[in-house]
């Protein structure tokens, strides 16, 4: 589902962005990446950070921010660095990921596709 959605996006953008990016769920295992290798690999300790600062974490070299897609951060994206140039670019994939998730949760939700 969004695992595909999400390595499409980051795929397209890894020309574009010289640095290592990607998504991590809820269960801190890596779903999408640029680098296809880490995929699968999990990221201990994201989410406990993530608690004590909700919206942006740095941790062993990586910046870390929630996918904006509703109260629930069910998603998180991943930049390599921890400079300004990393959290705009973290902050630039957490808004267009929770976009995409948004509008593919709207196009295969049954309920808004029964009231159409």
């Given at each position: 589902m969004s695992n595909r959605l999400f390595q499409s996006v980051i795929h397209q953008m890894k020309d574009a962005i010289d640095r290592v990016i990607g998504v991590i769920d809820e269960?801190?295992?890596?779903?999408?990446?640029s680098e296809l290798v880490k995929i699968g690999e999990v990221m201990q300790g994201v989410r406990?950070?993530?608690v004590y600062s909700a919206e942006i974490a740095s941790v062993g070299g990586y910046t870390y921010r929630p996918v904006a897609s509703?109260?629930?951060?069910?998603?998180?994206?991943?930049?390599?660095?921890?400079?300004?140039?990393?959290?705009?670019?973290s902050k630039l994939l957490s808004i267009s990921l929770g976009n995409i998730k948004n509008l593919y949760d709207e196009k295969y939700d049954k309920g808004s596709f029964i009231k159409t």
């Amino acid at each position: 589902m969004s695992n595909r959605l999400f390595q499409s996006v980051i795929h397209q953008m890894k020309d574009a962005i010289d640095r290592v990016i990607g998504v991590i769920d809820e269960n801190n295992v890596i779903i999408a990446c640029s680098e296809l290798v880490k995929i699968g690999e999990v990221m201990q300790g994201v989410r406990e950070e993530m608690v004590y600062s909700a919206e942006i974490a740095s941790v062993g070299g990586y910046t870390y921010r929630p996918v904006a897609s509703g109260a629930k951060a069910e998603y998180v994206v991943f930049v390599e660095g921890e400079d300004k140039m990393a959290d705009r670019i973290s902050k630039l994939l957490s808004i267009s990921l929770g976009n995409i998730k948004n509008l593919y949760d709207e196009k295969y939700d049954k309920g808004s596709f029964i009231k159409t």
